[in-house]
Protein backbone atom coordinates (compact mmCIF):
# COMPACT_ATOMS: atom_id res chain seq x y z
CA UNK A 1 0.00 0.00 0.00
CA UNK A 2 1.02 3.68 -0.59
CA UNK A 3 1.69 5.63 2.74
CA UNK A 4 1.51 9.79 2.52
CA UNK A 5 3.30 11.06 5.66
CA UNK A 6 2.07 14.42 6.99
CA UNK A 7 4.77 15.75 5.50
CA UNK A 8 3.37 15.24 2.15
CA UNK A 9 6.23 12.27 1.67
CA UNK A 10 4.58 9.19 -0.09
CA UNK A 11 5.88 5.56 0.99
CA UNK A 12 5.33 2.69 -1.72
CA UNK A 13 4.74 -0.13 -0.84
CA UNK A 14 4.60 -0.31 2.42
CA UNK A 15 3.35 -3.92 3.70
CA UNK A 16 -0.36 -3.69 4.64
CA UNK A 17 -1.95 -3.79 8.10
CA UNK A 18 1.30 -1.42 8.83
CA UNK A 19 0.42 0.52 12.15
CA UNK A 20 0.63 4.10 12.23
CA UNK A 21 3.50 3.97 15.18
CA UNK A 22 5.61 1.33 12.85
CA UNK A 23 5.12 4.02 10.31
CA UNK A 24 6.21 6.90 11.89
CA UNK A 25 9.50 5.29 13.44
CA UNK A 26 10.45 3.92 10.01
CA UNK A 27 9.58 7.43 8.38
CA UNK A 28 12.02 9.23 11.21
CA UNK A 29 14.95 6.38 11.16
CA UNK A 30 15.01 6.92 7.39
CA UNK A 31 14.94 10.56 7.60
CA UNK A 32 11.70 11.11 5.38
CA UNK A 33 10.16 12.63 8.53
CA UNK A 34 10.38 14.27 12.10
CA UNK A 35 9.07 13.96 14.78
CA UNK A 36 7.63 17.48 14.62
CA UNK A 37 5.86 15.92 10.95
CA UNK A 38 3.41 13.51 13.23
CA UNK A 39 2.92 16.32 15.95
CA UNK A 40 -0.65 17.18 16.51
CA UNK A 41 -1.91 20.43 14.41
CA UNK A 42 -2.10 23.20 16.26
CA UNK A 43 -5.19 25.08 16.70
CA UNK A 44 -5.64 28.27 15.16
CA UNK A 45 -4.75 31.29 16.83
CA UNK A 46 -7.26 33.96 17.45
CA UNK A 47 -5.76 37.09 16.21
CA UNK A 48 -6.43 40.86 16.66
CA UNK A 49 -6.40 41.72 12.91
CA UNK A 50 -5.81 45.81 14.69
CA UNK A 51 -2.40 44.26 15.40
CA UNK A 52 0.12 44.62 12.96
CA UNK A 53 2.30 41.86 12.74
CA UNK A 54 6.07 41.98 11.68
CA UNK A 55 6.93 40.41 8.18
CA UNK A 56 8.39 36.79 9.61
CA UNK A 57 5.92 36.32 12.27
CA UNK A 58 2.98 36.60 8.96
CA UNK A 59 5.24 34.14 7.31
CA UNK A 60 4.51 31.84 9.96
CA UNK A 61 1.08 31.66 9.99
CA UNK A 62 -1.19 29.12 8.51
CA UNK A 63 -3.73 29.76 5.83
CA UNK A 64 -6.04 29.97 8.30
CA UNK A 65 -4.73 32.74 10.01
CA UNK A 66 -3.44 34.79 7.30
CA UNK A 67 -7.16 34.38 6.17
CA UNK A 68 -8.44 35.78 9.37
CA UNK A 69 -6.09 38.45 9.75
CA UNK A 70 -6.03 39.67 6.33
CA UNK A 71 -9.33 38.61 5.22
CA UNK A 72 -10.81 36.01 2.96
CA UNK A 73 -8.22 36.66 -0.50
CA UNK A 74 -9.75 35.63 -3.74
CA UNK A 75 -8.42 32.63 -5.85
CA UNK A 76 -5.50 33.10 -7.65
CA UNK A 77 -4.51 32.13 -10.64
CA UNK A 78 -2.59 28.79 -10.99
CA UNK A 79 1.42 29.39 -11.86
CA UNK A 80 3.23 27.38 -14.28
CA UNK A 81 5.04 25.61 -11.78
CA UNK A 82 1.11 24.67 -9.86
CA UNK A 83 -0.33 23.56 -13.75
CA UNK A 84 3.03 21.69 -14.05
CA UNK A 85 2.91 19.58 -11.34
CA UNK A 86 -0.47 19.25 -11.50
CA UNK A 87 -0.81 17.95 -14.95
CA UNK A 88 2.50 15.63 -14.52
CA UNK A 89 0.64 14.46 -11.14
CA UNK A 90 -2.81 13.52 -13.19
CA UNK A 91 -1.17 12.33 -16.53
CA UNK A 92 1.31 9.80 -14.66
CA UNK A 93 -1.92 8.63 -11.93
CA UNK A 94 -4.02 7.88 -15.40
CA UNK A 95 -1.05 6.53 -17.21
CA UNK A 96 -0.13 3.99 -14.09
CA UNK A 97 -4.06 2.88 -13.29
CA UNK A 98 -4.33 4.24 -10.12
CA UNK A 99 -8.06 5.38 -10.44
CA UNK A 100 -10.32 2.93 -9.63
CA UNK A 101 -13.19 0.97 -11.40
CA UNK A 102 -12.36 -0.20 -15.37
CA UNK A 103 -11.20 2.97 -16.65
CA UNK A 104 -8.31 2.93 -14.02
CA UNK A 105 -7.59 -1.16 -15.01
CA UNK A 106 -7.80 -0.06 -18.77
CA UNK A 107 -5.50 3.19 -18.82
CA UNK A 108 -3.43 1.52 -16.72
CA UNK A 109 -2.79 -2.04 -19.02
CA UNK A 110 -2.94 0.07 -22.27
CA UNK A 111 0.55 -0.16 -22.92
CA UNK A 112 0.62 -3.85 -21.70
CA UNK A 113 -3.34 -4.72 -23.53
CA UNK A 114 -1.98 -2.90 -26.62
CA UNK A 115 0.63 -6.18 -27.52
CA UNK A 116 -1.61 -8.48 -27.02
CA UNK A 117 -4.28 -7.59 -29.45
CA UNK A 118 -4.89 -9.74 -32.02
CA UNK A 119 -6.29 -9.57 -35.87
CA UNK A 120 -9.58 -9.43 -35.95
CA UNK A 121 -9.55 -13.09 -37.50
CA UNK A 122 -7.79 -14.41 -34.93
CA UNK A 123 -10.20 -13.28 -32.44
CA UNK A 124 -12.86 -14.49 -34.16
CA UNK A 125 -11.87 -18.05 -34.26
CA UNK A 126 -11.15 -17.65 -30.62
CA UNK A 127 -13.10 -14.48 -28.74
CA UNK A 128 -13.02 -15.69 -25.44
CA UNK A 129 -9.32 -16.15 -25.10
CA UNK A 130 -8.52 -12.95 -26.74
CA UNK A 131 -10.79 -11.15 -24.14
CA UNK A 132 -9.32 -13.29 -21.41
CA UNK A 133 -5.61 -12.46 -22.64
CA UNK A 134 -6.51 -8.33 -22.81
CA UNK A 135 -8.36 -8.28 -19.60
CA UNK A 136 -5.02 -10.28 -18.09
CA UNK A 137 -2.66 -7.92 -19.84
CA UNK A 138 -4.36 -5.28 -18.76
CA UNK A 139 -4.68 -6.08 -15.14
CA UNK A 140 -0.88 -6.49 -15.24
CA UNK A 141 -0.53 -3.26 -16.36
CA UNK A 142 -3.14 -1.41 -14.24
CA UNK A 143 -1.56 -3.17 -11.16
CA UNK A 144 2.08 -2.67 -11.95
CA UNK A 145 1.90 0.98 -10.21
CA UNK A 146 0.27 2.87 -8.14
CA UNK A 147 0.27 6.52 -7.89
CA UNK A 148 -2.12 8.87 -6.44
CA UNK A 149 -1.68 13.28 -6.93
CA UNK A 150 -0.45 14.73 -4.00
CA UNK A 151 -1.32 18.59 -4.95
CA UNK A 152 -4.31 20.22 -5.36
CA UNK A 153 -3.50 21.11 -8.57
CA UNK A 154 -3.65 17.65 -9.68
CA UNK A 155 -6.38 16.15 -7.63
CA UNK A 156 -8.51 19.37 -9.68
CA UNK A 157 -7.07 17.64 -12.91
CA UNK A 158 -7.50 14.43 -12.94
CA UNK A 159 -11.57 14.73 -11.57
CA UNK A 160 -11.96 17.15 -14.14
CA UNK A 161 -10.59 14.94 -16.47
CA UNK A 162 -12.51 11.50 -15.21
CA UNK A 163 -15.59 12.37 -17.17
CA UNK A 164 -14.23 13.29 -20.55
CA UNK A 165 -12.12 9.91 -20.32
CA UNK A 166 -15.00 7.67 -19.14
CA UNK A 167 -16.35 6.40 -21.91
CA UNK A 168 -12.85 4.59 -22.26
CA UNK A 169 -13.68 2.04 -19.59
CA UNK A 170 -16.30 0.74 -21.79
CA UNK A 171 -13.93 -0.61 -23.69
CA UNK A 172 -12.42 -2.84 -21.51
CA UNK A 173 -12.87 -6.56 -21.99
CA UNK A 174 -14.43 -7.76 -18.77
CA UNK A 175 -13.63 -11.91 -20.13
CA UNK A 176 -14.49 -13.07 -16.65
CA UNK A 177 -18.27 -12.87 -17.36
CA UNK A 178 -17.87 -14.24 -21.14
CA UNK A 179 -17.81 -12.21 -24.59
CA UNK A 180 -20.56 -9.81 -24.66
CA UNK A 181 -20.78 -9.74 -20.88
CA UNK A 182 -19.59 -6.52 -19.63
CA UNK A 183 -19.02 -5.58 -15.98
CA UNK A 184 -20.42 -1.94 -15.12
CA UNK A 185 -18.03 0.40 -15.49
CA UNK A 186 -17.31 2.58 -12.57
CA UNK A 187 -16.89 6.40 -12.88
CA UNK A 188 -13.36 6.96 -11.95
CA UNK A 189 -12.96 8.70 -8.40
CA UNK A 190 -9.97 10.26 -6.86
CA UNK A 191 -9.36 8.53 -3.20
CA UNK A 192 -10.99 10.27 -0.34
CA UNK A 193 -8.91 12.18 2.16
CA UNK A 194 -5.68 12.44 0.76
CA UNK A 195 -3.73 15.43 2.17
CA UNK A 196 -2.46 18.86 1.42
CA UNK A 197 1.54 19.20 1.51
CA UNK A 198 1.97 21.86 4.05
CA UNK A 199 4.49 24.43 3.03
CA UNK A 200 6.21 26.19 5.31
CA UNK A 201 4.35 25.22 9.18
CA UNK A 202 5.54 27.01 11.75
CA UNK A 203 9.11 25.08 12.86
CA UNK A 204 11.64 24.82 16.13
CA UNK A 205 14.62 27.19 14.93
CA UNK A 206 16.79 24.74 16.19
CA UNK A 207 15.30 21.98 13.35
CA UNK A 208 15.66 24.95 10.98
CA UNK A 209 18.79 25.80 11.47
CA UNK A 210 20.12 21.99 11.71
CA UNK A 211 19.01 21.42 8.52
CA UNK A 212 20.59 24.41 6.83
CA UNK A 213 23.94 22.86 8.26
CA UNK A 214 23.18 19.92 7.21
CA UNK A 215 21.55 20.97 3.65
CA UNK A 216 18.18 18.69 3.86
CA UNK A 217 14.82 19.38 2.01
CA UNK A 218 13.43 20.73 5.75
CA UNK A 219 15.35 23.61 5.39
CA UNK A 220 14.24 24.74 1.87
CA UNK A 221 12.73 28.24 1.99
CA UNK A 222 14.82 29.16 4.92
CA UNK A 223 18.22 30.62 5.21
CA UNK A 224 20.75 31.88 7.74
CA UNK A 225 21.05 35.77 8.02
CA UNK A 226 23.57 36.66 10.12
CA UNK A 227 22.96 34.10 13.07
CA UNK A 228 19.30 34.45 12.44
CA UNK A 229 17.32 31.57 10.10
CA UNK A 230 15.10 34.05 7.67
CA UNK A 231 12.31 33.24 5.16
CA UNK A 232 14.41 32.60 1.43
CA UNK A 233 11.73 34.16 -0.26
CA UNK A 234 13.86 33.08 -3.52
CA UNK A 235 13.56 29.06 -2.65
CA UNK A 236 9.72 29.75 -1.96
CA UNK A 237 9.21 31.24 -5.34
CA UNK A 238 11.02 28.46 -7.04
CA UNK A 239 8.56 26.01 -4.99
CA UNK A 240 5.45 27.51 -6.20
CA UNK A 241 7.14 27.63 -9.54
CA UNK A 242 6.87 23.80 -9.04
CA UNK A 243 10.99 23.26 -8.92
CA UNK A 244 11.37 20.29 -6.57
CA UNK A 245 12.90 20.91 -2.92
CA UNK A 246 15.75 18.12 -3.92
CA UNK A 247 16.71 20.32 -6.70
CA UNK A 248 17.51 23.15 -4.38
CA UNK A 249 19.10 21.57 -2.09
CA UNK A 250 21.58 20.56 -5.50
CA UNK A 251 21.82 23.92 -6.62
CA UNK A 252 23.33 24.67 -3.39
CA UNK A 253 26.42 23.06 -3.64
CA UNK A 254 27.83 23.35 -7.02
CA UNK A 255 31.48 23.36 -7.28
CA UNK A 256 32.49 26.34 -9.81
CA UNK A 257 32.42 24.44 -12.28
CA UNK A 258 29.29 22.85 -12.11
CA UNK A 259 27.52 25.96 -11.67
CA UNK A 260 29.06 26.95 -15.12
CA UNK A 261 27.40 23.86 -16.20
CA UNK A 262 24.30 24.77 -14.57
CA UNK A 263 23.88 28.23 -16.16
CA UNK A 264 24.56 26.67 -19.42
CA UNK A 265 21.58 23.91 -18.93
CA UNK A 266 19.59 27.68 -18.07
CA UNK A 267 20.90 28.96 -21.35
CA UNK A 268 20.00 25.64 -23.34
CA UNK A 269 16.37 26.07 -21.11
CA UNK A 270 15.96 30.10 -22.30
CA UNK A 271 16.09 28.89 -26.39
CA UNK A 272 13.74 26.06 -25.46
CA UNK A 273 11.47 28.96 -23.88
CA UNK A 274 11.69 31.11 -27.03
CA UNK A 275 11.41 28.31 -29.05
CA UNK A 276 14.33 29.20 -31.33
CA UNK A 277 14.91 26.45 -34.15
CA UNK A 278 19.06 24.97 -32.82
CA UNK A 279 17.25 24.58 -29.28
CA UNK A 280 17.55 20.70 -28.30
CA UNK A 281 15.84 19.32 -25.30
CA UNK A 282 18.34 16.30 -24.59
CA UNK A 283 21.60 19.02 -24.12
CA UNK A 284 20.58 19.68 -20.83
CA UNK A 285 21.27 15.26 -20.05
CA UNK A 286 24.47 16.07 -22.11
CA UNK A 287 25.69 18.53 -19.89
CA UNK A 288 25.02 16.99 -16.44
CA UNK A 289 26.27 13.71 -18.18
CA UNK A 290 29.49 15.04 -18.91
CA UNK A 291 29.95 16.29 -15.63
CA UNK A 292 29.33 13.24 -14.05
CA UNK A 293 32.14 11.66 -16.93
CA UNK A 294 34.66 14.34 -15.82
CA UNK A 295 34.86 12.41 -12.13
CA UNK A 296 34.45 9.11 -13.89
CA UNK A 297 37.53 9.64 -16.19
CA UNK A 298 39.87 11.20 -13.99
CA UNK A 299 39.35 8.18 -11.25
CA UNK A 300 39.28 5.44 -14.08
CA UNK A 301 42.62 6.95 -14.99
CA UNK A 302 43.97 6.84 -11.76
CA UNK A 303 43.20 2.89 -11.88
CA UNK A 304 45.16 2.99 -14.93
CA UNK A 305 47.94 4.41 -13.02
CA UNK A 306 47.19 2.10 -10.07
CA UNK A 307 47.42 -0.80 -12.68
CA UNK A 308 50.66 -0.26 -13.85
CA UNK A 309 52.27 0.65 -10.62
CA UNK A 310 51.50 -3.09 -9.64
CA UNK A 311 52.70 -4.52 -13.22
CA UNK A 312 56.36 -2.84 -11.93
CA UNK A 313 56.03 -4.08 -8.07
CA UNK A 314 55.99 -7.56 -10.06
CA UNK A 315 58.71 -7.46 -12.33
CA UNK A 316 60.85 -5.64 -9.70
CA UNK A 317 59.48 -7.37 -6.41
CA UNK A 318 57.96 -10.29 -6.95
CA UNK A 319 59.82 -12.17 -9.92
CA UNK A 320 61.96 -15.03 -8.76
CA UNK A 321 60.62 -15.10 -5.19
CA UNK A 322 59.20 -18.09 -3.83
CA UNK A 323 55.58 -17.96 -1.75
CA UNK A 324 54.22 -20.82 0.27
CA UNK A 325 50.34 -21.44 -0.75
CA UNK A 326 49.57 -24.33 1.17
CA UNK A 327 47.19 -23.08 3.69
CA UNK A 328 45.46 -21.61 0.85
CA UNK A 329 45.37 -24.65 -0.67
CA UNK A 330 44.11 -26.18 2.82
CA UNK A 331 40.95 -23.83 3.32
CA UNK A 332 39.88 -24.26 -0.37
CA UNK A 333 39.36 -28.26 0.52
CA UNK A 334 37.48 -27.19 3.79
CA UNK A 335 35.07 -24.97 2.06
CA UNK A 336 34.61 -27.77 -0.70
CA UNK A 337 33.76 -31.06 1.91
CA UNK A 338 31.48 -28.08 4.47
CA UNK A 339 29.32 -28.29 1.37
CA UNK A 340 28.69 -31.71 0.92
CA UNK A 341 31.56 -32.24 -2.13
CA UNK A 342 34.99 -33.67 -2.06
CA UNK A 343 38.23 -33.74 -4.23
CA UNK A 344 38.96 -36.66 -5.89
CA UNK A 345 42.21 -37.24 -8.19
CA UNK A 346 42.47 -33.76 -8.50
CA UNK A 347 38.60 -32.56 -9.22
CA UNK A 348 35.40 -31.48 -7.24
CA UNK A 349 33.33 -34.65 -6.96
CA UNK A 350 29.77 -33.46 -6.02
CA UNK A 351 27.72 -35.06 -3.28
CA UNK A 352 23.72 -36.05 -3.82
CA UNK A 353 22.91 -33.30 -1.11
CA UNK A 354 25.79 -30.36 -2.56
CA UNK A 355 25.34 -26.99 -2.36
CA UNK A 356 27.55 -26.58 -5.77
CA UNK A 357 26.24 -26.52 -8.87
CA UNK A 358 28.33 -29.05 -11.59
CA UNK A 359 28.99 -25.24 -13.05
CA UNK A 360 31.05 -24.64 -10.19
CA UNK A 361 33.11 -27.62 -10.00
CA UNK A 362 34.68 -26.82 -12.86
CA UNK A 363 36.80 -23.44 -11.47
CA UNK A 364 37.09 -24.90 -8.22
CA UNK A 365 38.84 -28.03 -9.27
CA UNK A 366 41.06 -25.75 -11.07
CA UNK A 367 41.70 -23.44 -8.45
CA UNK A 368 42.74 -26.70 -6.21
CA UNK A 369 45.05 -27.76 -9.03
CA UNK A 370 46.60 -24.89 -9.49
CA UNK A 371 47.35 -24.22 -5.63
CA UNK A 372 48.63 -27.59 -5.43
CA UNK A 373 51.72 -26.09 -7.58
CA UNK A 374 55.14 -25.09 -6.12
CA UNK A 375 55.46 -21.50 -6.48
CA UNK A 376 58.90 -21.10 -6.66
CA UNK A 377 57.90 -17.23 -8.54
CA UNK A 378 55.35 -15.30 -6.85
CA UNK A 379 54.84 -13.55 -10.44
CA UNK A 380 53.22 -16.66 -11.05
CA UNK A 381 50.74 -16.26 -8.30
CA UNK A 382 49.75 -12.87 -9.42
CA UNK A 383 48.51 -14.31 -12.87
CA UNK A 384 46.43 -16.67 -10.72
CA UNK A 385 44.87 -14.20 -9.40
CA UNK A 386 44.48 -12.30 -12.31
CA UNK A 387 42.66 -15.26 -13.75
CA UNK A 388 40.58 -15.65 -10.75
CA UNK A 389 39.26 -11.76 -11.12
CA UNK A 390 38.45 -12.16 -14.47
CA UNK A 391 36.56 -15.35 -13.65
CA UNK A 392 34.22 -13.69 -10.79
CA UNK A 393 33.94 -10.20 -11.88
CA UNK A 394 34.67 -9.99 -15.43
CA UNK A 395 37.39 -8.96 -17.94
CA UNK A 396 38.53 -5.46 -18.79
CA UNK A 397 37.33 -6.13 -22.34
CA UNK A 398 33.98 -6.38 -21.29
CA UNK A 399 33.56 -9.81 -21.04
CA UNK A 400 31.21 -10.91 -18.32
CA UNK A 401 32.13 -13.33 -15.21
CA UNK A 402 31.49 -16.75 -14.95
CA UNK A 403 28.28 -17.74 -13.24
CA UNK A 404 28.47 -19.58 -9.95
CA UNK A 405 26.61 -20.51 -7.05
CA UNK A 406 26.67 -18.16 -3.93
CA UNK A 407 28.46 -20.67 -2.04
CA UNK A 408 31.00 -20.81 -4.81
CA UNK A 409 31.48 -17.81 -5.84
CA UNK A 410 32.09 -16.82 -1.82
CA UNK A 411 34.54 -19.53 -1.48
CA UNK A 412 36.89 -18.46 -4.87
CA UNK A 413 36.40 -15.23 -3.66
CA UNK A 414 38.04 -15.91 -0.13
CA UNK A 415 40.85 -17.71 -1.76
CA UNK A 416 41.53 -14.81 -4.20
CA UNK A 417 41.92 -12.06 -0.73
CA UNK A 418 44.40 -14.59 0.44
CA UNK A 419 46.26 -14.76 -2.38
CA UNK A 420 46.33 -10.80 -2.68
CA UNK A 421 47.59 -10.97 1.31
CA UNK A 422 50.63 -13.07 0.57
CA UNK A 423 51.51 -11.11 -2.51
CA UNK A 424 50.80 -7.32 -0.27
CA UNK A 425 53.33 -9.10 2.25
CA UNK A 426 56.09 -9.49 -0.01
CA UNK A 427 56.73 -5.88 -1.83
CA UNK A 428 55.35 -2.62 0.05
CA UNK A 429 54.71 -0.69 -3.77
CA UNK A 430 52.56 -4.03 -4.87
CA UNK A 431 50.71 -2.86 -1.53
CA UNK A 432 50.41 0.42 -2.15
CA UNK A 433 49.41 0.10 -5.51
CA UNK A 434 46.79 -2.77 -4.86
CA UNK A 435 45.37 0.42 -2.13
CA UNK A 436 44.95 2.63 -4.59
CA UNK A 437 43.44 0.09 -7.45
CA UNK A 438 40.56 -0.97 -5.26
CA UNK A 439 39.72 2.42 -3.95
CA UNK A 440 39.44 3.84 -7.29
CA UNK A 441 37.43 0.16 -7.82
CA UNK A 442 34.99 0.63 -4.95
CA UNK A 443 33.57 4.04 -6.85
CA UNK A 444 33.69 3.03 -10.61
CA UNK A 445 32.24 -0.53 -10.34
CA UNK A 446 28.70 0.41 -8.19
CA UNK A 447 28.74 3.03 -11.20
CA UNK A 448 29.08 0.83 -14.04
CA UNK A 449 26.79 -1.37 -12.81
CA UNK A 450 24.18 1.49 -11.89
CA UNK A 451 24.88 2.14 -15.65
CA UNK A 452 23.97 -0.76 -16.56
CA UNK A 453 27.37 -2.83 -18.07
CA UNK A 454 26.03 -3.80 -21.19
CA UNK A 455 25.48 -0.67 -22.83
CA UNK A 456 27.78 1.62 -20.71
CA UNK A 457 30.74 2.54 -23.10
CA UNK A 458 32.84 5.60 -21.25
CA UNK A 459 35.23 5.79 -24.79
CA UNK A 460 31.42 6.81 -26.69
CA UNK A 461 31.62 9.91 -28.35
CA UNK A 462 28.05 10.34 -26.84
CA UNK A 463 28.69 8.61 -23.24
CA UNK A 464 27.78 12.14 -21.60
CA UNK A 465 24.57 12.21 -23.08
CA UNK A 466 24.00 8.31 -22.15
CA UNK A 467 25.00 9.13 -18.64
CA UNK A 468 22.76 12.07 -18.21
CA UNK A 469 19.54 10.44 -19.20
CA UNK A 470 20.26 7.34 -17.40
CA UNK A 471 20.92 9.43 -14.43
CA UNK A 472 17.72 10.98 -14.74
CA UNK A 473 15.88 8.26 -15.38
CA UNK A 474 17.11 6.29 -12.40
CA UNK A 475 16.72 9.47 -10.52
CA UNK A 476 13.27 9.48 -11.15
CA UNK A 477 12.85 5.97 -9.62
CA UNK A 478 11.60 6.40 -5.59
CA UNK A 479 13.47 3.61 -4.90
CA UNK A 480 17.29 3.95 -6.87
CA UNK A 481 17.03 7.57 -6.05
CA UNK A 482 19.33 7.60 -3.22
CA UNK A 483 21.86 4.75 -4.91
CA UNK A 484 22.29 7.12 -7.37
CA UNK A 485 22.98 10.15 -5.22
CA UNK A 486 25.50 7.89 -3.27
CA UNK A 487 26.91 6.68 -6.36
CA UNK A 488 27.68 9.92 -7.66
CA UNK A 489 28.85 11.17 -4.25
CA UNK A 490 31.10 8.91 -3.98
CA UNK A 491 32.63 8.91 -7.31
CA UNK A 492 33.37 12.60 -6.33
CA UNK A 493 34.68 12.20 -3.04
CA UNK A 494 37.06 9.19 -3.86
CA UNK A 495 38.48 11.24 -7.35
CA UNK A 496 39.15 14.27 -4.84
CA UNK A 497 40.67 11.96 -2.53
CA UNK A 498 43.23 11.51 -6.15
CA UNK A 499 43.91 14.60 -6.28
CA UNK A 500 40.85 15.79 -7.91
CA UNK A 501 39.10 19.34 -7.83
CA UNK A 502 35.32 18.56 -8.25
CA UNK A 503 32.29 19.71 -6.52
CA UNK A 504 30.96 17.65 -4.33
CA UNK A 505 26.55 18.30 -5.21
CA UNK A 506 26.97 17.05 -9.14
CA UNK A 507 23.91 15.35 -8.85
CA UNK A 508 22.34 18.56 -8.15
CA UNK A 509 22.69 18.85 -12.18
CA UNK A 510 20.58 15.74 -12.87
CA UNK A 511 17.83 17.12 -10.67
CA UNK A 512 17.64 20.51 -12.69
CA UNK A 513 18.08 18.56 -15.86
CA UNK A 514 14.91 16.33 -15.06
CA UNK A 515 13.26 19.55 -13.42
CA UNK A 516 13.90 21.66 -16.39
CA UNK A 517 12.27 19.10 -19.11
CA UNK A 518 9.31 18.59 -16.88
CA UNK A 519 8.76 22.38 -16.22
CA UNK A 520 10.14 23.56 -19.91
CA UNK A 521 10.17 21.55 -22.62
CA UNK A 522 7.72 20.38 -24.91
CA UNK A 523 4.42 18.10 -24.39
CA UNK A 524 6.22 15.31 -22.12
CA UNK A 525 4.67 11.75 -22.08
CA UNK A 526 3.42 12.14 -18.52
CA UNK A 527 1.26 15.17 -19.20
CA UNK A 528 -2.10 14.33 -20.09
CA UNK A 529 -1.90 15.64 -23.91
CA UNK A 530 1.03 13.04 -24.18
CA UNK A 531 -1.55 10.34 -22.44
CA UNK A 532 -4.36 10.76 -25.19
CA UNK A 533 -2.00 10.95 -27.81
CA UNK A 534 -0.12 7.76 -26.24
CA UNK A 535 -3.17 5.83 -26.33
CA UNK A 536 -4.70 7.52 -29.40
CA UNK A 537 -1.22 6.65 -31.20
CA UNK A 538 -1.71 2.58 -29.69
CA UNK A 539 -4.52 1.99 -30.30
CA UNK A 540 -4.70 3.30 -34.04
CA UNK A 541 -1.40 0.67 -34.43
CA UNK A 542 -2.87 -2.20 -33.26
CA UNK A 543 -6.05 -1.77 -34.99
CA UNK A 544 -8.85 -0.82 -31.67
CA UNK A 545 -11.10 0.68 -34.33
CA UNK A 546 -13.57 2.70 -31.53
CA UNK A 547 -10.62 3.01 -28.87
CA UNK A 548 -8.35 5.35 -30.85
CA UNK A 549 -10.93 7.87 -31.50
CA UNK A 550 -12.69 7.98 -27.92
CA UNK A 551 -8.86 8.18 -26.45
CA UNK A 552 -8.48 11.18 -28.78
CA UNK A 553 -11.44 12.63 -27.82
CA UNK A 554 -10.30 12.51 -23.81
CA UNK A 555 -6.74 13.55 -24.37
CA UNK A 556 -8.62 16.84 -26.30
CA UNK A 557 -10.71 17.19 -23.12
CA UNK A 558 -7.75 16.85 -21.07
CA UNK A 559 -5.75 19.81 -23.18
CA UNK A 560 -8.33 22.15 -22.85
CA UNK A 561 -8.46 21.91 -19.05
CA UNK A 562 -4.62 22.32 -19.04
CA UNK A 563 -2.36 25.42 -20.13
CA UNK A 564 0.63 24.16 -19.17
CA UNK A 565 2.54 23.98 -22.50
CA UNK A 566 0.96 27.15 -23.76
CA UNK A 567 1.87 28.98 -20.71
CA UNK A 568 3.53 32.56 -21.78
CA UNK A 569 6.95 32.69 -22.70
CA UNK A 570 7.55 35.67 -19.83
CA UNK A 571 6.58 32.93 -17.01
CA UNK A 572 8.44 30.18 -18.07
CA UNK A 573 11.65 33.25 -18.65
CA UNK A 574 11.04 34.37 -15.10
CA UNK A 575 11.29 30.94 -13.71
CA UNK A 576 14.84 30.55 -15.41
CA UNK A 577 16.07 33.46 -14.48
CA UNK A 578 15.14 32.78 -10.66
CA UNK A 579 16.64 29.67 -10.95
CA UNK A 580 19.39 31.54 -12.43
CA UNK A 581 19.59 33.53 -9.40
CA UNK A 582 19.58 30.46 -7.22
CA UNK A 583 22.86 29.37 -8.60
CA UNK A 584 24.80 32.43 -9.07
CA UNK A 585 23.91 32.94 -5.22
CA UNK A 586 25.73 30.59 -3.70
Not at 79 to 100: D, I, N, Q, S
Not at 320 to 331: M, N, T
Request: aromatic share 4%; proline share 4%; no cysteine.
Amino acid sequence: MNVTLPNGVVIKGAPEGTSKDEIMRKAIAKGLATEADFAPPVQPQQLDSDVPLPPEDVERLTTEQQQQYFGTQPQKKRTLGEMATGAFEAGKTLVTGATTGALGSFVGGTAQAGRELMSPAQYMEDPYAGAQRIFEASQRGGEAFTDMPETEAGQEYLQATGEALAPMAALAPMATSGLGTMARASMPQVKAGIPKIPRFERQKISDVRAALKDNTTQSVGWKLQGDKVKPNMLERDLLDAGVKDTTITGLRRLGQRDQRSALQMLDIAEDIAKGKESADLSRFSTVAGDRVMERFKFLADKQDEAASKITRAVQKDLRGKPVDVGDIQDSLVIGIRNNGADIVDGRVRLGDLSAFQPTDAKLLSEAYRALGKDFDNAADLHRLKRTLSDRLYGTASGAAPQRLSEKAEGILKGVRGQINEKLRALSDDYRAANDDYAKAASALKPFEDLMGNKYFDPESADVGKFTGVQLRTILSNYQKGTEVAGAVENLTNIANDFGGKFGNEVVGLVKLNSDLEGLLGTPATQSLKGVGQQIAEEGARRGAGGMADIAMKAGEAAKRRTSLWDAPVSERLDLINKLREQVKSQ
